[in-house]
Nanobody
Framework: QVQLVESGGGLVQPGGPLRLSCAASGFTFSSYAMRWYRQAPGKERELVAAIDSIGGLLTYARSLTGRFTISRDNAKNTVYLQMNSLKPEDTAVYYC?????????WGKGTLVTVSS
């Protein structure tokens, strides 16, 4: 059974850091590119960051201005999203996504709320 389980979300003050994790199981994690998406209230889901299967190619949304870092540990079947200097506009549900060719899996998301 394929599972992507996000964790690490919560309430954080503006300017603070937060690290999200996504634990994968049920498929060959090291063969899949991994992505983080987010969906803010009333907005469409958007791509935040992506990493290829071996961690050599990283892609980020331009709006992030270097505040987020995606990484992966294939030995632990886990992908991470380190978020720094968080802003209220970063408030959203963050989703983990695995993709290889036409096969795609999604997690259920973790809520990040940036507020004082």
């Amino acid at each position: 059974q394929v599972q992507l389980v996000e964790s690490g979300g919560g309430l954080v003050q503006p300017g603070g850091p937060l690290r999200l994790s996504c634990a994968a199981s049920g498929f060959t994690f090291s063969s899949y590119a991994m992505r983080w998406y987010r969906q803010a209230p009333g907005k469409e889901r958007e791509l935040v960051a992506a990493i290829d299967s071996i961690g050599g190619l990283l892609t980020y949304a331009r709006s992030l201005t270097g505040r987020f870092t995606i990484s992966r540990d294939n030995a632990k079947n886990t992908v991470y999203l380190q978020m720094n200097s968080l802003k209220p506009e970063d408030t959203a549900v963050y989703y983990c996504n695995a993709i290889r060719l036409r096969v795609e899996y999604w997690g259920k998301g973790t809520l990040v709320t940036v507020s004082s």
